[in-house]
Antibody
Framework: QLQLQESGPGLVKPSETLSLTCIVS??????????WGWIRQPPGKGLEWIAS???????YYNPSIKSRVTISVDTSKNQFSLKLSSVTAADTAVYYC???????????????WGQGTLVTVPS | QSALTQPASVSGSPGQSITISCTGT?????????VSWYQQHPGKAPKLMIY???RRPSGVSNRFSGSKSGNTASLTISGLQADDEADYSC??????????FGGGTKLTVL
């Protein structure tokens, strides 16, 4: 059974860089069927797609936040990571990592999610 | 890339049906058959309920159905049950390996 687990600090100071890692277990991250991504949800608000990465290293970003975001993958550790620079209180959110399946052998959507991790940036 | 538009809230009584709309543009919802819907209970991660506009993953009740017309996708829940009370979000592929979510809809079962 595929599992995703986010890890990283729960508190980041304003103007610093938020760093999160998603450890994937139960399947290889090196598959051409999947994108691996980060999605966040500010308290009481909707979901926002941040970025996705292919196992090959190809990266894709939400234009609204692209200038501050870096997503990377480490296939040897079966994990991928997110860095968000120059954070402000507006970046306070639950951050989820998720898999997006593109193959007809699975469900084409964000089919597996981590439990989410709350990152707080004090104002 | 603007968020898809969903009603903030909907409600219905047990046994009734409700429909949640999700409006985008021809660059996302209307441009691809790749709208998905997610159910999220408080404090939990989202769960995929509908994919490719109308398809339902195994294990998801057939009370949940998806449809689409032009730039608007819809999620219908029939035979409402207490456990259906949750937040529901739509998501669409928006081209160039990017995605956009809706603002979410809170479903209250009266």
């Amino acid at each position: 059974q595929l599992q995703l687990q986010e890890s990283g600090p729960g508190l980041v100071k304003p103007s610093e860089t938020l760093s999160l890692t998603c450890i994937v277990s139960g399947d290889s991250i090196s598959s051409s069927y999947y994108y691996w991504g980060w999605i966040r949800q500010p308290p009481g608000k909707g979901l926002e797609w941040i970025a996705s990465i292919f196992y090959s290293g190809s990266t894709y970003y939400n234009p609204s936040i692209k200038s501050r975001v870096t997503i990377s993958v480490d296939t040897s550790k079966n994990q991928f990571s997110l860095k968000l620079s120059s954070v402000t209180a507006a970046d306070t959110a639950v951050y989820y990592c998720a898999r997006y399946c593109t193959s007809t052998t699975c469900y084409v959507g964000f089919d597996y999610w981590g439990q989410g991790t709350l990152v707080t940036v004090p104002s | 890339q603007s968020a898809l538009t969903q009603p903030a809230s909907v409600s219905g009584s047990p046994g009734q049906s409700i429909t949640i709309s999700c409006t985008g543009t021809s660059s996302d919802v209307g441009g691809y058959d790749l709208v998905s819907w997610y159910q999220q209970h408080p404090g939990k991660a989202p769960k995929l309920m509908i994919y490719e506009d109308i398809r339902r993953p195994s294990g998801v009740s057939n009370r949940f159905s998806g449809s689409k017309s032009g730039n608007t996708a819809s999620l219908t829940i029939s035979g409402l049950q207490a456990d259906d009370e949750a937040d529901y979000s739509c998501c669409s592929y928006a081209g160039n390996s990017t995605w956009v979510f809706g603002g979410g809809t809170k479903l209250t079962v009266l």
